[in-house]
């Protein structure tokens, strides 16, 4: 568990006029997330009830359960890495130099981006593909791809908040 | 290289990683990406990677673990930790160390709405604290009662880590919530036996407070109704079969955010709090099961965790020898990191050894969810043990005037009596399986 879900870090990072947008879109993602989350227990509610006293549940809840935990996970991950929510095991580098510290940073930032890149393209190339394949959940005939379309912009933003934190680092082993 | 050199030089690797601040997840995508390449080429790594973060982030089972991480947030908002303090300060505060714990059972209450720890020991802290201190308790025994507390939260369901535990080894997720109730309850006792200790010998350190009549405490209970009445809905809607584990969970969160919304607790910033608190834990948890995900295709491929396995039930060892060595294991990697991490990296390479010996005669099912009891109560053990107990980080955030040391050396009775307790459930597993016998 990490110490992200009760610190709201303000300062972890200096930021210029970019910092700050890519801090907004990384809130605005965690909020849709959020949202995202919220309106899927609302329609699990609104289906145990729609079972118990109407005898219809919602149709493919278990579908849109699926496709709305995927959206609201990839919508939280840009965020999570914009607060350095990440957990790491600090206990051997405790008292190693600052600055060898913020190059180890640097490496485990970029490293991210690149996972991060790499999965934004696969994951943009698996979206055509399955588009062009028409593959859908089985009983609200829901397209696999639009669940896709809003992973491919978090993935994205997470390259791009890792790039950035990877700049914060650079910027700390030079001072 | 073979197989299983080359699935044992990627671990080692992959340790390597770690001891170098990189953070898990990132560490487990690299070394089995590194595996998988080496293993099958570059294309269907490429390949894997199309449908791999989709096919992690929609699993039906793992939808629990954002809702509870929101439910845990809006419980948090919601100002049930100061109703659920006061009702047991209400009830045993007169008590030699009775407000300590009180502390104690509101953790333990607040764990019946809240599957994370860290979150349990912030939120009671905030409230537990201030008033152990105006009751002149000494500050090290209240921040250690706080943080040792706080590991209710995961002990008692809803919990999250057993989720995982649940999803990785293919158990039912009622049964092991079900499982946990009793060692939970147990470690609470446990905890309030130390207070009682400790206030016995040293009467200055955790004096009486003041008594409440019975009609008071009656009204300081009535207010705690809706953690009751939370917690029997998403517990007993679980395991009486009446709703998926989702479905439960997302009546408690719902239910959750009603209890915070009506005590004002998302006016203003708080709502969006609970929607960052929320996202940033999903965040985290989700790209290690998503670096988790990685590392195990590469590790079935390698057919390490199998071989290990043969070559441990081979041995023909005493099986509480081999119970004990991973414990042993747990506690040491408990100092440097967190509890997730280590389920998701060693149970996959465990758990068939558990499951390879005979300990006690118990059956495959029984075997899994005593074991899954065990190992959640052993990393929990990391969250407040030096140097990184992250219960007690949490707490000196909240009591800046208590030097850590003071704590972690008050926190020793408590891991005594933790160590004590696990002891016992290793060699009398139905402490943890009776309560599945008495309700199947």
Redesign the interface.
């Known amino acids: 568990m990490t110490v992200a879900e009760l610190i709201v870090d303000e300062t972890s990072q200096a930021r210029g006029p970019a910092g700050k947008v890519i801090e907004n879109v990384c809130k605005f993602f965690a909020i849709c997330g959020g949202l995202v989350l919220t309106a899927m227990a609302i329609m699990s509610i609104a289906s145990i009830v729609g079972r118990s006293f109407f005898s219809s549940p919602i149709v493919g809840d278990y579908e849109l359960v699926q496709a709305m935990c995927a959206v609201a996970v990839s919508m939280s991950l840009p965020y999570t890495h914009w607060v350095r929510g990440h957990v790491i095991v600090d206990f051997f580098t405790t008292h190693a130099n600052p600055k060898f510290n913020a190059f180890l940073d640097l490496l485990a930032n970029l490293l991210l981006a690149l996972f991060s890149a790499v999965i934004t393209w696969r994951l943009w190339r698996g979206l055509w593909e399955l588009k062009g394949s028409m593959e859908a959940s089985m009983l609200l005939d829901i397209p696999t791809w639009w669940s896709y379309a809003p992973m491919v912009p978090s993935f994205a933003l997470l390259c791009i908040a890792a790039i950035y934190a990877a700049g914060a680092d650079l910027g700390k082993m030079k001072s | 290289m073979t197989g299983i050199e080359l699935g044992s030089v990627v671990f080692i690797g992959l340790i390597a990683l ?9 560490a487990m ?2 070394a089995g ?1 590194i595996g998988y390449v080496a293993l099958s080429g570059m294309d269907p790594l ?1 390949n894997y ?6 096919t992690r ?4 089972d ?2 629990v673990v ?2 509870f ?2 439910m ?2 809006f419980a948090t908002h919601g100002g049930l930790s100061k109703a659920l303090f006061k009702a047991g300060n209400a009830m045993i505060g007169h008590w030699r160390g009775g407000m300590a714990m009180a502390a104690v059972t509101s953790c333990a209450g607040f764990g019946a709405i809240c599957g ?4 349990t020991a ?1 939120t009671m802290g905030q409230v537990a604290l201030p008033e152990l201190k105006a009751h002149k308790y000494s500050p090290r025994l209240s921040t250690a009662v706080i943080a040792a507390g706080g590991t209710l939260g995961i002990l008692i369901p809803p919990s ?1 880590p057993l989720v995982i535990y649940a999803i990785i080894t293919e158990q039912n997720i009622a049964k092991l919530f079900l499982a946990a109730f009793i060692p939970g309850i147990i470690a609470a006792i446990g905890y309030m036996v130390v207070i009682g200790i400790i206030a016995r010998i040293r009467p200055e350190e955790a004096p009486r407070g003041d008594r409440f009549t019975w009609g008071q405490r009656l009204q300081a209970l009535g207010e705690t109704w809706p953690v009751l009445l939370i917690f029997a809905v998403v517990i007993g809607g679980i395991y009486g079969g009446l ?1 998926t584990p ?2 439960a ?3 408690g ?2 239910a959750t ?1 009603f209890v915070a919304w009506t005590s004002g607790g998302l006016k203003g910033r708080g709502f ?13 948890i ?2 290690i099961l998503l670096g988790a995900d990685v590392l195990n295709v590469f590790l079935a491929l390698t057919q390490v965790n199998t071989e290990l396995a043969k070559w441990v039930v081979g041995m023909n060892l005493h099986p509480l020898m081999v119970v004990f060595t991973i414990i042993a294991i747990y506690l040491v990697l408990g ?7 280590m389920i998701l990296l060693t149970v996959p390479m465990f758990f068939p050894i558990i499951m390879g010996i005979d300990i006690w005669g118990m059956d495959a099912e029984s075997k899994a969810i005593w074991f899954g009891i065990v190992a959640l109560m052993v990393v929990e053990i990391g969250l407040i043990t030096p ?2 107990g ?1 219960n007690v ?2 707490i000196s ?1 909240l009591a800046k005037d208590v030097p850590m040391k003071e704590t972690f050396k008050y926190i020793v009775p408590f891991l005594i009596s933790d160590l004590i307790r696990i002891t016992a459930i290793v060699f009398f597993p139905s402490i943890t399986l009776v309560a599945l016998k008495i309700f199947t």
């Open positions: 770690l001891a170098l601040r990189m953070h898990i997840g990132i995508l690299l990406s490429l990677f199309k449908s791999a973060a989709y982030f929609s699993v039906y793992l939808s954002p809702l991480l929101l845990g947030q994370s720890s860290l979150a912030a999250v709703f989702t479905e969970a997302s009546i969160t719902i955010g969006l709090e609970c929607m960052y608190g929320a996202a940033g834990a999903t965040g985290m989700f790209l100092c440097i990191m967190d509890s997730l991490s140097p990184v992250m980080f949490i955030n």
